[in-house]
């Protein structure tokens, strides 16, 4: 699968920079799983700026991002954001696995295993030539 070349708003990487500074705990744990393609050997970015959102995690190869939802999603606005990004981004194929920052903690092999079935899947439905 060719890698996607996706819009950034210029605007937006220096915010996605200050957030990688600022991660989640869950963030964190995650990212040590995700870095240096040691998810079946794709390679993730952490807080990627794709047109005027970012997103947590997120393989161009695969074309899926990786959302942590944390305590901060929990207030309305947060929650709209999300479901207007998802689908805005949805529009260009942009998948989307969502984890709660609480099961990363407590439960990560459980998460890696949800992401290496669905990039498996992904494989699958549509194989690497």
């Known amino acids: 699968m060719p890698k ?3 819009y950034t708003d210029p605007k937006i990487k220096g915010i996605a920079k200050i957030l990688r500074k600022n991660s989640s705990l869950g963030e964190i744990l995650l990212w040590k799983e ?13 807080k990627k700026s794709i047109d005027k959102y970012i997103v947590d995690f997120y393989c161009a190869a695969l074309n ?3 959302e942590i939802d944390g305590v901060s ?3 309305d606005d947060n929650y709209r954001y999300d479901r207007e990004r998802d689908a805005k981004l949805g529009k260009i194929d942009v998948h989307f696995l969502r984890f709660k920052d ?3 903690q407590n439960d990560m092999k459980s998460v890696l295993v949800e992401i290496e079935m669905w990039i498996k899947e992904q494989k699958m439905v549509s194989p690497k030539k």
Not at 34 to 46: I, P, T
């Open 4 to 6: 996607s070349v996706l």
């Open 34 to 46: 995700l870095r240096s393609k040691q998810m079946l050997g794709y390679d993730f970015k952490r």
């Open 64 to 66: 899926l991002a990786i």
């Open 73 to 75: 999603h929990v207030t």
């Open 102 to 104: 609480s099961a990363i």
